[in-house]
């Protein structure tokens, strides 16, 4: 699996490079203007490949998604979903029922490998890859309403003789994640946005072997205009036992936008976003406990993006030979990552992104916060991805 992931991403290396090196030679920059929208300038007219912001992320405030890919935890995946949701009701009604799988569905695929280093605390060696998709499907989509259907996969693959230090059992050699889920979001008659997101899956190293290895993860969430509509009082209940807190957790976060260059979520969870020039983006995310996403992003063209990011990132399991059915098995690291995204012909993006990995390490807890066991510490190293995307 390793080396077949290499090869794909050493072939997407080549071609994402050689394509841009043909853009960049067949690119002319815009003549100078006057008076424009620039780094120096904030109030000028935009120029002709000027995105309103509005329109300019995938996702509006307060959770918006991170740009690079990257494993999340359960809460930041659900507030993300929740927020494009929420855009899709904004934007024009338009009565359909059924599927526009050409217009409508967003589909995302993401392959990774981090290769082999040490492991602390015992002989050894660890190396990891991994393959995501994400497929949204509406079902449907009127006048102030929206349900859609929602499937992912995760697969996990790793490679070590590591022994688990206080339960003896070995590492196994696959996880995975597999979720179907549906999502209802609808205008009220005050005004106001509600609906909620449920969903069914599995999260262990052998799927759907056990019932006591099946997860149930809901949100509920309602959104109140404030202040003229222009800010909004956000308030929401999360559930997911693969999240750092596997217990029901309340949310609640006042939504300030003072002006199209700021905004952010006061509260829990806490979202920034800072637009000093048109073409470059501050963004912040923070969930419980730990999750943490930090982003700044370039604009280098009308379709290629620089950016880099720190990000403290959770996967959450249950082992199949786990001694206590509470028992949470985490992956968790810090990074740095750089990555180049580009925007294809046809709604397709393509995003190639490394990453510095440290402070790794696996352990058994039944929290992020209790007592842990099985600890096993791994040495920093790299990590290359590369992400397929298509936005109707």
Same mark, same amino acid.
């Given at each position: ?37 620039? *780094? ?16 300019? &992320? ?9 740009? &690079?890919?990257?494993?999340? !935890? ?13 855009? /899709? ?40 890859? %991994?393959?995501?998709?994400? =497929?949204?499907? #509406? ?11 929602? +499937? ?20 196994? *050699?696959?996880? &995975? ?10 205008? =009220? ?23 006591? !290895?099946?997860? $149930?993860?809901?949100?509920?969430? @309602? ?13 929401? =209940?999360?559930?997911? #036992? ?5 217990? #029901?957790?309340? %949310? ?23 637009? #000093?020039? /048109? ?12 999750? +943490?996403? @930090? ?8 379709? $290629? ?18 001694? !206590?059915?509470?028992?949470?098995? &985490? ?14 012909? %046809? ?26 066991? *099985? ?18």
């Amino acid at each position: 699996m390793n080396r077949r992931l290499l090869g794909l991403l050493l072939l997407a290396v080549c071609a994402f490079w050689r394509q841009q090196n043909a853009c960049a030679q067949s690119y002319a920059p815009p003549a100078p203007q006057q008076a424009g929208y620039s *780094d120096q300038d904030l109030f000028g007219e935009p120029p002709t490949d000027y995105v309103p912001w509005g329109e300019s &992320y995938q996702a509006p405030p307060p959770y918006q998604q991170v740009t &690079y890919p990257q494993p999340e !935890d359960p809460q930041t995946q659900l507030f993300e979903e929740e927020m494009y949701f929420i855009e /899709e009701a904004e934007q024009k009604p338009r009565k359909k029922k059924g599927l526009d799988v050409a217009k409508r569905d967003p589909v995302k695929t993401y392959v990774f490998w981090a290769p082999e280093q040490n492991l602390r605390g015992q002989d050894g060696d660890f190396s990891m890859s %991994g393959f995501n998709a994400a =497929l949204t499907l #509406p079902i449907l989509i009127e006048e102030g309403k929206i349900w859609a259907a929602t +499937i992912t996969y995760d697969q996990l693959d790793i490679s070590t003789d590591a022994i688990l230090p206080d339960t003896g059992i070995a590492m196994p *050699d696959h996880f &995975y994640q597999v979720n179907f889920g549906i999502t209802h979001i609808r205008a =009220l008659d005050n005004g106001w946005q509600a609906g909620g997101m449920f969903s069914v899956g599995t999260a262990t190293d052998k799927p759907f072997d056990d019932i006591n !290895d099946m997860t $149930v993860t809901a949100l509920a969430f @309602v959104n109140i205009p404030w202040n003229n509509d222009r800010d909004s009082w956000n308030f929401s =209940l999360f559930y997911s #036992p693969t999240g750092q807190l596997p217990f #029901p957790l309340p %949310g609640i976060a006042y939504h300030w936008h003072p002006s199209e260059q700021f905004e952010m979520n006061i509260g829990l969870p806490f979202a920034m976003k800072y637009r #000093p020039t /048109e073409r470059r983006t501050l963004s912040l995310t923070y969930t419980p406990l730990t999750n +943490i996403n @930090v982003l700044l992003e370039q604009q280098l063209g009308a379709k $290629v993006t620089l950016y880099g990011g720190y990000s403290i990132n959770n996967k959450i399991y249950f082992l199949s030979e786990r001694t !206590d059915d509470k028992d949470q098995f &985490y992956f968790f690291d810090q990074r740095l990552t750089i990555g180049l995204r580009r925007d294809l012909i %046809g709604g397709f993006s393509a995003d190639l992104s490394a990453a510095y990995l440290f402070d790794r390490k696996v352990f058994q807890a039944q929290g992020f916060s209790s007592d842990r066991t *099985d600890q096993i510490g791994i040495d920093s190293g790299g990590l290359i991805s590369l992400s397929i995307s298509w936005r109707r």
